[in-house]
């Protein structure tokens, strides 16, 4: 088994925005380095003055070198049949394979990445950086940061971690870690063989032990896979990979109590690298009323006040009014009786023939309570009724239950299949409990307009 040890400097740390700067490739045999590659990159692109500070690369130094694609040959056939080892390899890896995809080819080799199996082969260190790791065996590192300095400096890291190896204590290390290519520098291979190919939710975790994602999947191995891909998009992805420390799961046996318990998780702790459903607190609800003279009513209003439950829940009086307004607008329905324009007379949307007149009664109220209905329906399509979903459960003893109680998520929980529910307080004694929102309302409307037929009514 040969390996090519390699080394990169970049533009920045963008693989699909940034250019190689230089490369350099230190073929090792397991014994000693049999053969060396290095060249300077023309990268058709401006070297930002804090790069050249950091790698001692010009924009100069550049111009007259030669571009990827001519040395691009030279690359394939000195790493071909090799195995690809790098210091963080998925950062070389994926710049040198979209250097290539950019050229229109797929550009493949096994990797090893000599972070990971320091962590492993030497544990315990302070860090794992390849100045500190230089620092610590005293192997010399002259010119960090430049692409042959550094991959000869991580050709005799390897050496001693092959040596190491060789004593038949880590063996299996070096056959692992090349099959587990895609797994962040600092994940445990075990964490990821661990998960199971089933449906639940899974976390993410850095050194620290905090939670910096939480996701869902039907298969959530597949998936916890997907997020180390070697296409990396951005530097964003990159930091994200890099900070993964660990990982851990819980099974639901079912999507739709997956999709909820990850929006619930995610507004519980807030990981950074979740953008979406943060959104924790959501304060005011739009309600409804039959006024004295049969017309359907809205308003909006703080949701401790009410005893009864919202039709839809917001983060904000505005945001509120603005789901009425378009409500409104939709629907042709009353400004007036909606409580958005105040008048003791028409409305002004009568005025210019938007309003049908509930407002002073020349339209009845049945047929505008049909329009609210419509209105209502179109927010979420249970809004007022009480029901269960009945799903799979985490294994084959039992069902998942989600529940919906006078169009408010409740929540959810597991029951063995040979027991019955004859009544809402009945289902309640299964029910972890937990908050409705948008964004759980979005999830079970979603859910019914798939499955219509999901729904046990009581």
Request: proline share 3%.
């Amino acid at each position: 088994m040969e390996f090519a040890i390699v080394d990169i400097e970049t533009t920045g740390g963008r693989s699909t925005e940034d250019k190689i700067t230089e490369i350099a490739i230190v073929v090792h045999n397991g014994k000693e380095v049999i053969d060396e590659y290095q060249t300077l990159i023309n990268p058709d692109k401006y070297i930002p003055d804090y790069i050249s500070r950091l790698t001692n690369i010009t924009n100069k130094m550049v111009e007259d070198a030669p571009r990827f694609y001519e040395v691009a040959k030279k690359i394939i056939e000195i790493t071909q049949n090799r195995i690809f080892v790098a210091h963080n390899a998925h950062f070389d890896y994926t710049f040198v394979r979209q250097e290539f995809l950019s050229l229109g080819f797929d550009f493949r080799r096994k990797t090893l990445c000599t972070v990971r199996l320091s962590r492993k082969i030497f544990p315990g260190l302070a860090t794992y950086g390849l100045g500190a790791l230089t620092k610590h065996f005293q192997i010399e590192h002259t010119k960090a940061h430049r692409a042959m300095s550094d991959a000869m400096a991580t050709a005799v890291l390897f050496q001693k971690l092959f040596e190491k190896d060789a004593e038949k204590e880590h063996i299996v290390v070096f056959e692992d870690e090349i099959t587990a290519k895609n797994l962040p520098p600092k994940v445990k291979r075990n964490a990821f063989d661990v998960l199971p190919e089933e449906a639940g939710i899974y976390y993410f975790y850095d050194e620290n032990g905090d939670i910096i994602y939480i996701g869902k999947s039907n298969n959530i191995k597949q998936r916890v896979a997907s997020h180390f891909s070697t296409n990396i998009k951005s530097s964003k992805t990159i930091e994200f990979k890099n900070r993964v420390a660990d990982i851990s799961y819980e099974i639901t046996g079912s999507e739709l109590i997956a999709l909820l318990y990850e929006s619930d998780e995610i507004k519980k702790h807030t990981p950074m690298f979740n953008k979406a459903q943060r959104r924790s607190r959501f304060y005011f609800g739009i309600f409804s009323f039959e006024d004295k003279n049969g017309y359907q009513q809205f308003y909006v209003d703080k949701i401790i006040k009410q005893p009864f439950s919202p039709i839809v829940v917001a983060e904000s009086s505005e945001t509120a009014k603005r789901i009425l307004y378009s409500l409104v607008q939709k629907y042709e329905l009353c400004m007036k009786l909606c409580q958005l324009y105040r008048t003791k007379n028409a409305c002004f949307d009568y005025q210019v023939k938007k309003c049908k007149g509930a407002c002073i009664k020349e339209e009845s109220p049945e047929t505008y309570n049909e329009r609210v209905k419509q209105a209502i329906a179109s927010l979420h399509i249970y809004a007022g009724k009480s029901f269960i979903i009945v799903t799979n459960g985490k294994n084959h003893q039992e069902n998942g239950l989600i529940l919906v109680e006078n169009g408010r998520y409740l929540g959810f929980g597991y029951m063995d299949k040979s027991e019955s529910i004859t009544d809402i307080e009945d289902a309640k004694k299964y029910i972890k409990k937990m908050v409705d929102n948008r964004d759980t309302q979005k999830i079970i409307s979603k859910w019914i307009e798939n499955y219509p037929n999901c729904m046990r009514f009581f």
